[in-house]
Antibody, heavy 121, light 108 residues
Framework: QVQLVQSGAEVKKPGASVKVSCRAS????????INWVRQATGQGLEWMGW????????GYAQKFQGRVTMTRNTSISIAYMELSSLRSEDTAVYYC??????????????WGQGTLVTVSS | SYVLTQPPSLSVAPGQTARITCGGN??????LHWYQHKPGQAPVVVVY???DRPSGIPERFAGSNSGNTATLTISRVEAGDEADYYC???????????FGGGTKLTVL
């Protein structure tokens, strides 16, 4: 069974960075892109970007360009998302999700369980 | 940037049919996917590629996509269907994933 397991909740101060991990099991890690999506309290889903586990290539949403870095360690099947210069508005649940290719673009399945990141002074 | 528009909320009685719409410019020309998101849980895909259902998703969930509107139809609604539903596409022009704003389905 394909599964994504994320790291635990984090509390960070404004200006700091956070790094969330996503461990994949049940499929060949290098075959499918890993995407990151977040949801702030009371808000909808917001796409942040993707990383190709095979090549390390990335694509980021324009909103997060310059502040987000997505990486991977293929030897242990883990993808990472690091967000820097944190502000209170970054308080959210962060999800990783596996991309499944579609006729155009891709859809996401499965998703990790989510990681709550709280930014507070 | 590409925008997907969903109604913020929809209320349906048990046993009735819920139709959740997702509007976008020429949305019918691209693959569209639907997710169910319950509080405290990870989102789950309920329809992919406009109208396909993953294994384990009941036949009560059906999707369509044409012109400027996609629709998720949930037949014989049950209390367990209460959740937020999001549509999603890949915007080729920006090379970005786009989610709709979400629709909160309430089962009366």
């Amino acid at each position: 069974q394909v599964q994504l397991v994320q790291s635990g909740a984090e509390v960070k101060k404004p200006g700091a960075s956070v790094k969330v991990s996503c461990r994949a099991s049940g499929h060949t890690f290098s075959t499918y892109d890993i995407n990151w999506v977040r949801q702030a309290t009371g808000q909808g889903l917001e796409w942040m970007g993707w990383v190709n586990p095979n090549t390390g290539n990335t694509g980021y949403a324009q909103k997060f360009q310059g502040r987000v870095t997505m990486t991977r360690n293929t030897s242990i099947s883990i993808a990472y998302m690091e967000l820097s210069s944190l502000r209170s508005e970054d308080t959210a649940v962060y999800y990783c999700a596996r991309s499944v290719p579609a006729a155009t673009g891709s859809w996401f399945d499965p998703w990790g369980q989510g990681t709550l990141v709280t930014v507070s002074s | 940037s590409y925008v997907l528009t969903q109604p913020p909320s929809l209320s349906v009685a048990p046993g009735q049919t819920a139709r959740i719409t997702c509007g976008g410019n020429n949305i019918g020309s691209t693959s569209l996917h639907w997710y169910q998101h319950k509080p405290g849980q990870a989102p789950v895909v309920v329809v992919y590629e406009d109208s396909d259902r993953p294994s384990g998703i009941p036949e009560r969930f059906a999707g369509s996509n044409s012109g400027n509107t996609a629709t998720l139809t949930i037949s014989r609604v049950e209390a367990g269907d209460e959740a937020d539903y999001y549509c999603q596409v890949w915007d080729i022009s920006s090379d970005h994933v786009v989610f709709g704003g979400g629709t909160k389905l309430t089962v009366l």
